[in-house]
Nanobody, 130 residues
């Protein structure tokens, strides 16, 4: 079974940067769509970004476009989320999620639907505050 573990969260000042990592074990992630979600207290989980398997196409929530960048290193079985120009409203627990592309596909209209993914990590806290 694919297992995911996030790391890299922490406390950062507004305008700062963090890089989150999602390390996979159990299976190679080459054929998995991988996404980042976040959940702030009292709010629903929302999709932040996703990277596909074909040519590494990427999707982003409007709220993070131009500030966040998702990438994958299949050799390290890891997906990253580089977060720049962080704002207090980015404060949340960040989760990575994966979907095996051999069984299901996602696209521009479905990547942010949490129910599409069947593997989840435990989350890492990101706090943006001065």
């Amino acid at each position: 079974q694919l297992q995911l573990a996030e790391s890299g969260g922490g406390l950062v000042q507004p305008g700062g940067s963090l890089r989150l990592s999602c390390a996979a074990t159990g299976f190679a992630i080459d054929y998995y769509f991988v996404a980042w979600f976040r959940q702030a207290p009292g709010k629903e989980r929302e999709g932040v970004s996703c990277i596909t398997i074909d040519h590494g196409a990427t999707y982003y929530a409007d709220s993070v476009k131009g500030r966040f960048a998702i990438s994958r290193d299949n050799a390290k079985n890891t997906v990253y989320l580089q977060m720049n120009s962080l704002k207090p409203e980015d404060t949340a627990v960040y989760y990575c999620a994966a979907l095996n592309s051999r069984y299901r596909s996602i696209g521009s209209s479905t990547w942010a639907m949490a129910e599409k993914y069947n593997s989840w990590g435990q989350g890492t806290q990101v706090t943006v505050s001065s």
